[in-house]
């Protein structure tokens, strides 16, 4: 199992808070994705760290050639520039799909942290009421002349 560096944590962070940035929300990095990926990475997905990887290492080298500064260094106009280049690649598009499951999974797997994106778009985590489903209200079920069954 390969361990994520910490340049290529720094180019993970960088890149992730590109996909989803901080806004009024947070962004990626402000509820772990980043810890989410690294862990997917060396343990369940470690077959695709490699591509990963390697594909930041060369956004990180494009952004030298072109802006002499490291890829965490550029405005985030910038960043944006370089990632609408790439986005179509198969290892962008793999870190994409990682970054929205740690931004939105369940907290216990690693991301999400306080579940502050369910809370973002008002999803409420809970099973459902009964076997059925959610309870009617006896009120709902008086309205119609009894329960429906």
């Given at each position: 199992m390969r361990t994520v560096e910490l340049d290529e944590r720094r180019?993970?962070?960088?890149?992730?808070?590109?996909?989803?940035?901080?806004?009024?929300?947070?962004?990626?990095?402000?509820?772990?994705?980043?810890?989410?990926?690294?862990a997917e990475l060396g343990a369940d997905r470690a077959d695709e760290a490699a591509a990963i990887l390697s594909g930041l290492a060369a956004l990180d080298a494009d952004a030298m050639v072109r802006h002499g500064r490291s890829f965490d260094a550029l405005t985030r106009a910038e960043q944006t520039a370089l990632v609408g280049e790439i986005e179509r690649q198969v290892w962008f598009v793999r870190l994409c799909e990682l970054t929205a499951e740690g931004y939105y999974a369940d907290p216990a797997n690693g991301g999400n942290r306080d579940a502050l994106s369910w809370t973002m778009i008002g999803y409420q985590h809970r099973l459902p009421d009964g076997p059925s489903g959610m309870v009617r209200p006896a009120a709902a079920e008086d309205a119609d002349g009894g329960a429906r069954r």
């Open positions: 180019l993970l962070r960088a890149a992730i808070d590109c996909i989803i940035p901080p806004d009024q929300d947070p962004g990626a990095t402000d509820l772990g994705t980043d810890d989410y990926i690294v």
